[in-house]
């Protein structure tokens, strides 16, 4: 059974950068599934970040694609989600997950909330 | 305002069968985009449901049931028990905006 966990600061200053790790176990991070990230403001819909395949491919929203960088590490089986010049809007409930299908998230990770805020 | 549309809440009596919509467009699910379905429970990871607009992952029982026809998708749950309580999410993909685009989530009741 494949499990993620996301990890990282709860708390963000604005202009500086979010960085987001997500631990895979019981899964190869090598393996034929793209590795994905989504998110959540408070009390709105989800939106998709971009994924990453294990190659280094990216995918990226093109309305964060400017401020976002993802990465893989194999040698710790896990893969990272970094978003700069945030700002309070960024503010959000942020999911890693992994799918084998062209944009599905067969697992999930349970998400973590980073606020921006002085 | 999110891409599908998906009323906010439904409910039902346990045994029951509710149905959750999602309405998209030609640039989305009208275009035969795939239609994906999430569990959401609070304090749990998010729970897929259904791929490719019907089809269950293994473990998934067979009292959810996914359907597609035109620019809209539906989500049935047959025979409504007290753990199927959650937010539900669907997802597909807009190739004008070039994403994902997932539904806004309905709340599911139990009574």
């Known amino acids: 059974q494949v499990q993620l966990q996301e990890s990282g600061p709860g708390l963000v200053k604005p202009s500086g950068t979010l960085s987001l790790t997500c631990a895979v176990s019981g899964y190869s991070i090598s393996s034929s599934n793209w590795w994905r990230w989504v998110r959540q403001p408070p009390g709105k819909g989800l939106e998709w970040i971009g994924e990453?395949?294990?190659?280094?491919?990216?995918n990226y929203n093109p309305s964060l694609k400017s401020r976002v960088t993802m990465s893989v590490d194999k040698s710790k089986n896990e893969f990272s989600l970094n978003l700069n010049s945030v700002i309070a809007a960024d503010t959000a409930v942020y999911y890693c997950g992994c799918g084998s299908g062209a944009f599905s998230l067969d697992y999930w990770g349970q998400g973590t909330l980073v606020t921006v805020s002085s | 305002q999110s891409v599908l549309t998906q009323p906010p809440s439904v409910s039902g009596a346990p045994g029951q069968r509710v149905s959750i919509s999602c309405t998209g467009s030609s640039s989305n699910i009208g275009a035969g985009y795939d239609v994906q379905w999430y569990q959401f429970v609070p304090g749990v990871a998010p729970k897929f449901l259904i791929y490719g607009d019907s089809k269950r992952p293994s473990g998934v029982p067979e009292r959810f049931s996914g359907s597609k026809s035109g620019t809209s998708a539906s989500l049935a749950i047959n025979g409504l028990q007290a753990e199927d309580e959650a937010n539900y999410y669907c997802q597909s993909y807009d190739r004008s905006l070039s994403i994902s685009v997932f539904g806004g989530g309905t709340k599911l009741t139990v009574l």
């Open positions: 990453i395949y294990h190659s280094g491919t990216t």
